[in-house]
């Protein structure tokens, strides 16, 4: 990815608080043209700044009442690849995190309750081979979720 200029980040940082907004909505905020705003979107696309778009569907919705942080301890770290792929066959499982301190991984997962809570953990997760250890926290809510802040001098557009 080239450099990013204060235009780009001004985009980045409009299209992080409203993704659906329209290209000329953003262009009239920047002064420039929707041409503009298109070709520089779909440069960082390209240039893998923006990995992604989409809707966030409340999990609770869908019956997922139960959001689990589970640290997994593995026989060896180096088994951390092979031990994705198959923590990839979970759907319920939404993020995974190589970490240092007392976890070789971090995952986060939904559950319905607390009984298919147990199915995943006991009957799924600590059935991975090379998996020899998991510690749970339930989290009792959510209170921030965000986009990480991007910063550009106000006065300079380019």
Known sequence: ???I???DKKILSILSKNARIAFKDVAAVCGVSRAAIHQRVQRLIEGNVITGSGFDVNPKSLGYRTCTYVGITLERGS???E???QLEL???V???HFTTGPYTMLVK???RDNEQLMHLLNGKLQQV???VATETLISLEQNIKREIPVHFDELDTE
């Open 94 to 96: 939404v993020e995974c």
């Open 5 to 7: 200029d204060n235009l």
């Open 129 to 131: 081979p090379g998996v």
């Open 83 to 85: 031990v994705v792929k």
């Open 109 to 111: 997962l939904y559950a």
């Open 90 to 92: 979970i759907p319920e």
């Open 79 to 81: 088994m951390y690849k």
């Open 1 to 3: 990815m080239e450099r």
